[in-house]
């Protein structure tokens, strides 16, 4: 079955068509960043007139790249939150529109769930479930046990910023731009992670984790130092990341053997940290367990992963009416 995806839950507008939960046949992400970058941040407003124009051709690009006619869809997925309300509620009513216009099943898909989709893509290595999945992303950053496709245990979350906009908003604080947990990542690289001594919030406080704490240990920082060039910038990003990426890790360690898990799924855009990915890499080889991690341009927003979770939501049967609407806060 060929299932279109269409994602519009921030500031990527995307289209997907996907053959049986598991073959992309087109994969059309449109980014806003530019738009945004000057701004620093994501303007909803903005956002929801880029997605009204985009949408359309997002939609056309996708349908033609995957060489398909929309009387070959089996049915159509959409993301209906969480994210901003005016964005995801231009891709419902295009979801909407296609479907009533012909006469295709219709899903509503929470993004979270799309993301954790995201490892089944394209690929004959996929987790069995149950498995744990650590979920970072730009608005959420959750560790959660996976039974199956559209089964999901949660086990801990964040009390505070997700992972992805601390990394943001420290790299906001260095003057990185808009998004700047790559840029973190990048100057990370060439940085030495115990140059500067951050705190390691929520040891021993189960699995929830808490990143403020550091984002104000980074402010404090800049106070007394002053902002950061050259190494001293690139040894505060390596440093800040290094405590994020401990944190995630640790906790993520706790949960597999809390739950005699062997397999675990990394997804959302934090997912594509070098720094988060060679560790847990590391992890994996000395403790045995076995590590999926999509590619880079499937953690982070895409509308595959939303046709791969519609996907097994249609095929048990699920139904959305022209009713379906956009949710901002929505759990997994
Ligand atoms: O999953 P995503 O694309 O959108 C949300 O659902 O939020 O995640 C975006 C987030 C942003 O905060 C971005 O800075 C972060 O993922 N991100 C990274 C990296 N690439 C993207 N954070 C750290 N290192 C990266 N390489
Ligand atoms: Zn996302």
């Keep these: 079955m060929l299932v279109l995806g269409i994602e519009s839950s921030c500031d990527e507008t995307a289209a997907a068509v996907v053959e049986d939960g598991r073959i992309v046949r087109s994969d059309t992400v449109w980014s806003q960043v530019a738009v945004h970058q000057a701004y620093g941040g994501v303007v909803p407003e903005i956002a929801s007139r880029a997605h009204v124009v985009n949408v359309v051709p997002v939609l056309e690009a996708a349908i033609a790249e995957a060489g398909i006619t929309l009387d070959e869809l089996g049915g159509i997925a959409v993301t209906r939150g969480p994210g901003l309300v005016g ?3 231009v891709g419902v009513q295009a979801a909407k529109a296609i479907a009533y216009a012909r006469g295709l099943p219709l899903v509503g898909v929470n993004h979270l769930e799309g993301h954790l989709c995201a490892v089944f893509l394209d690929t004959p290595r996929v987790p069995a479930f149950p498995h744990l999945a650590l979920l970072v992303s730009g608005g959420h950053s959750e560790i959660v046990i996976a039974r199956d496709f559209g089964r999901y245990e949660l086990l801990g ?28 990542d990048q100057l990370a690289q060439t940085g030495d992670p115990n140059a500067v001594k951050l705190p390691r919030p929520m040891r021993g406080k189960g699995l929830d984790f808490s990143f403020s704490g550091m984002k104000t240990a980074v402010a404090t920082h800049l106070q007394r130092n002053g902002l950061p060039v050259g190494q001293a910038l690139a040894d505060l990003c390596a440093s800040f990341q290094a405590s994020v990426v401990e944190q995630l890790v640790s906790k993520t360690m706790l949960a597999l ?4 898990l062997q397999q675990l799924v990394v997804a959302g855009g934090v997912a594509c ?27 982070t927003d895409n509308a595959a992963m939303i046709a791969c979770a519609g996907h097994h939501r249609l095929a048990r049967g699920e139904r959305a009416d022209l009713a379906l609407n956009a949710t901002a806060t929505l759990p997994l």
Excluded: H, I, Q, W
Aim: hydrophobic fraction near 35%; include cysteine.
């Design 157 to 184: 979350s964040t009390r505070d910023d997700a992972a992805g906009e601390a990394f943001d908003k420290v790299g906001k604080m260095l003057g990185l731009g808009y998004p700047a947990g790559p840029v973190v």
């Design 257 to 260: 053997e809390a739950e005699g």
């Design 273 to 299: 940290n070098r720094g988060l990915r060679e560790r847990l890499e590391r992890e994996a080889n000395a403790r045995g367990f076995e590590l999926f991690v999509p590619p880079p341009k499937r953690c």
């Design 87 to 89: 964005a995801l509620l």
